[in-house]
């Protein structure tokens, strides 16, 4: 095991806090996980000639989708999986009675969270609406979008430039380029990109996709700069097996890369250990939070990549996850949200409450000027 410094020696964050490891890829684990890394050509023969083992890997493949029913083990319907995942909306005076006294950090996935999931990755727009409503979110709190994009694509859906962005699942993280009023003085702006020794091969891989799956309608190859995304909500199901078959034979001359899932996408990323939540922990050290014992983050998703930042959350003990599904699913995640809409009820009403908490204050600051004023008299 190797392992990279991840910090720039302009950067703002302790270097020593966080390093990127290079891992040797072991044995692939069966395919209905997250993440698998990249086989050997030993192994892709053997696969290949396993129905059973291709026949996983599209059951894998199947229960990406949010139109299948995802069964859970712990839950055996939504009513009692929204016992222990009630909505963030229902349950809101108890997550600001939790967060009482703390600062809250937002943390926010783009696509499925922000925007619906459309057919087209290239028409997934936000309403204006939504984009006002997040525009007013960054206003009271330190916000970060935190997706699969590339980063220059989600900041060219969202355009809001006060926002944190971290791009291809947290590889490239870039904040305000004014600064920002929650930052501490004298610190510069972030750019940190881990993988970035990584992009010739990334570039290679996409081209050859594009070549390999030229053939199956529907397939959308996109280049995420950091990673790249094989989109087969398009592709009918019955040629899942060629396609996942293709994708793996491109793979079987990179060791270093693996392949992960999405909802209805195959996602190739370097084999570096750095996700969603590694994102989340460097974001809230950026911000002078990392030890901090009164901040509360707050992350909103809807994919399985998502779960990485959910579990960091767990395992802190601070501050919670909202999955964003209108199907039951195992999570890392306390509370639940449907769909978009119901993330902007969300955080209108975290809005609301931090503006009439600063009309209190104000108010309450008055009151004792005046009090004191009268005193010296």
Known sequence: MTKQNLFDAKSCVNSTMFVVEMVSPP?????????????SRKTLVEINGDPKIMKSWIDSMRASSPTHHMSTTLYEDKTSWMVHHPSAVDMFE???????????????????????????????????????TVRKLARYFPTAIVSGRCRDKVYNFVQLSELYYAGSHGMDIKGPSKGSKYSKKGTQAILFQPASKFLPMII???????????????????????????????????????LSQEVRLVLKEYPKLKLCQGRKVLEIRPIIKWDKGKALQFLLQSLGYAKCNDVFPIYIGDDRTDEDAFKVLRERRQGLGILVSKTPKETHASYSLQEPSEVMKFLLLLIEWKMLSLRRQSKIQKQLEEIKSSLNY
């Open 94 to 132: 108890d997550i600001i009675s939790v967060s009482k006294g703390k600062k809250i950090v937002m943390f926010l996935d783009y696509d499925g969270t922000l925007s619906p999931i459309v057919d087209d990755p290239d028409q997934a727009f936000m309403s204006h609406d939504m984009r006002g």
């Open 204 to 242: 290679e891989v996409y081209k050859e996709l594009l070549d390999k799956t030229k053939s199956i309608e529907g397939v959308r190859v996109e280049n995420n700069k950091f990673c790249v995304s094989v989109h087969f909500r398009c592709v009918d199901e019955k040629k899942w097996g060629e």
């Open 27 to 39: 044995p692939p684990p069966p395919p209905r996980g997250s993440c698998i890394n990249n086989i």
